[in-house]
Structure formats: C-alpha cells, structure tokens
C-alpha cells in the first residue's frame, strides 16, 4: 500500500513538475530500494514490510530535524528551507502521529500487557510500542517516558 502510494506519488510529482517532491521521493524510493536488497540478503525475497517503511520514514525525518538544527547555527537559512520542504513531503505518508495523551495510554497498555515491573522489562514494552505503533509514535520521547515509568 504505502509502496504504491510512493510510486503514485512520484509520478504525480513529475507530472506537476514539482521538483522538490520528485527528488524527496526518489530519494525515498531509493532509501527503500536499499533496505529491499539488505532484507533479500536475510532472506526476505519481497523486501520490507509496511511498519519497517514507516520507520524508516521517521529515520529520514529526524535525520532532516537534526540538520535543520546545524544548518540554523550555520545560518544557512536556504539548506534549512530545503530541509524543512523534505520533512512536509515525507510526513505526507507517515500516519498521524500521538499526541501526548494518546503515548502515555499506548505505553501504560504495553507496561500491564507485558507485566514491566522494572527498567530490565524496558526492551520488551518498546518492542510491544514499535509492533503496534509504527510510524504513530515518537520512540524516542516513548523510550524517556517508559524508562522513567519502570524506574
């Protein structure tokens, strides 16, 4: 699904000649092709699901939020434009993230669900988390909010 609405996507982009979201979703595309011929390498002939796509997608987007930071001290204000354009075309095909409320109920399920009494049974609830919540939630802020719940 999420496949088909990449390719869509980009032929969309060059149809409307929108350069900026042809070359963000080539490099989508790209990054996926990569991840495809890793996962062959393991043995997954059909490449990588849906949620590893989404995380994927998150990678790329934080990726860009920690370059937006170093080109803003670099005053390079046209790079953090650009980065900033990417982030809106990538976010086109994230889910809606969480909000606040909704992450602290989505972790306080998975710490009752796996039975979390301390910080060892971390792993297992983020597991659980990136399972049922891929490409939804921030792991790294649900990692602070787990780690200080089991503490």
């Given at each position: 699904m999420l496949r088909a609405r990449l390719s869509e996507a980009l032929k969309t982009a060059m149809r409307e000649r929108d350069q900026a979201a042809v070359s963000t979703v080539r490099l989508i595309l790209a990054a996926l092709k990569d991840r495809d011929i890793?996962?062959?390498g393991r043995g997954n002939s059909d490449g990588i699901g849906e949620p590893e796509i989404l995380q994927m997608l998150q990678a790329m987007v934080k990726q860009r939020r920690e370059s937006i930071e170093l080109?803003?001290?670099?005053?390079r204000q046209d790079l953090v434009d650009q980065e900033a354009g990417e982030i809106a075309i990538i976010e086109r095909f994230l889910p809606q993230q969480m909000d606040e409320t909704a992450a602290a109920a989505a972790i306080a399920a998975a710490i009752a669900e796996?039975?979390?009494?301390?910080?060892?049974?971390?792993g297992r609830v983020m597991a659980v988390l990136r399972e049922r919540h891929a490409g939804q939630m921030d792991f790294t802020r649900?990692?602070?909010q787990v780690k200080q719940t089991l503490s």
């Open positions: 890793a996962a062959r080109y803003a001290r670099g005053n796996t039975g979390a009494a301390g910080i060892k049974d971390m649900a990692s602070a």
